[in-house]
């Protein structure tokens, strides 16, 4: 599944409300330095010239989108870059969050500005500051042990470490959401499961180093290129969010 528009929706998110979407990735591909086995964008793909909406281009397609939705009376929740691979690729990422924050508070005020992130750019300060002028930066750690983080997300950059990962998500002090997908399979022969009790000791141990205000764990929900996957049952995702909530943690579960 791959998004076409520059700025679409609104969408009703079963987490984020009524959502303006932002495609700022490649219009016709999938551009990522995961290749997550459940990626809902299928499989990357070889791209040697991959072409970005420029941040005129990005721009324009907010405020248009912001002036149609103005006209029908109503107004997105939250404005949310996420869609065909990795936001925070784009060489003008910074610029296009400081121009929606603009636009946002020209004809949204309320609305939040939000980005979904696989936080394998946590290493450039240009995207460090940028996520800081959003109102949420929502994080992805699918696992704290590296076979089963390379196993679920297979990072371009082969020698990527969770220690990495959790180095850079420490910046931010806390003040992210952590999002972390649960699943169960098996892709090119090998076990796929973030919730046997050894890899969730190793998560719950990462949550409380990182301290996140919000963690939002959630299930595979369309078709993924892996076809080998199970979906986790309601029931286990709230046995896993237990222990957390016990400890006071806002464990939001989308399942
Ligand atoms: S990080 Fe997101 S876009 Fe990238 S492969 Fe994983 S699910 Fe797909």
């Known amino acids: 599944m791959l998004f076409s528009e520059i700025a679409y929706g609104l969408i009703h998110s079963r987490r984020f409300g009524a959502s303006l979407g932002m495609e700022i990735m490649p219009l016709?591909?999938?551009?990522?330095t995961f290749n997550c086995v459940y990626c809902e964008c299928g499989w990357n793909a070889?791209?040697?010239?991959?072409?970005?909406?420029t941040r005129e281009e990005v721009k324009c397609a907010l405020e248009k989108k912001l002036q149609t939705l103005q006209q029908e009376g109503t107004k997105p929740d939250v404005i949310t870059f996420s869609g065909n691979g990795e936001?925070?690729?784009h060489p003008d990422f910074k610029a296009i969050i400081e121009d929606t924050c603009a636009l946002r508070d020209q004809y949204?005020?309320?609305?939040?500005?939000?980005?979904?992130?696989?936080?394998?750019?946590l290493g450039r300060a240009d995207v460090v500051e940028a996520l800081r002028l959003?109102?949420?930066?929502?994080?992805?750690?699918?696992?704290?042990?590296?076979?089963?983080?390379?196993?679920i997300d297979m990072p371009v950059q082969k020698e990527l470490t969770?220690?990495?990962?959790?180095?850079?998500?420490?910046?931010?002090n806390g003040d992210f959401i952590l999002?972390?997908?649960?699943?169960?399979?098996?892709?090119?022969?090998?076990?796929?499961?973030?919730?046997?009790?050894?890899?969730?000791?190793a998560w719950y141990k990462a949550v409380e180093q990182l301290r996140p205000k919000q963690v939002m764990i959630y299930v595979i929900d369309r078709k993924t290129p892996e076809e080998h996957l199970e979906k986790i049952s309601r029931e286990q995702m709230e046995r896993i969010a237990a222990p957390l909530r016990a400890k006071g943690f806002d464990v939001s579960i989308s399942a």
């Open 28 to 32: 016709t591909h999938k551009l990522c």
């Open 46 to 53: 070889p791209l040697n010239h991959p072409v970005l909406p």
């Open 87 to 89: 936001p925070t690729l």
């Open 108 to 121: 949204c005020p309320s609305a939040k500005v939000s980005v979904l992130s696989n936080s394998t750019q």
């Open 134 to 151: 959003c109102d949420n930066r929502i994080l992805k750690l699918d696992a704290a042990t590296d076979e089963m983080m390379r196993r």
């Open 162 to 172: 969770v220690q990495t990962l959790m180095a850079w998500l420490k910046q931010f």
């Open 179 to 201: 999002q972390t997908c649960f699943l169960r399979g098996e892709h090119n022969g090998q076990i796929i499961d973030n919730t046997t009790q050894e890899e969730l000791e």
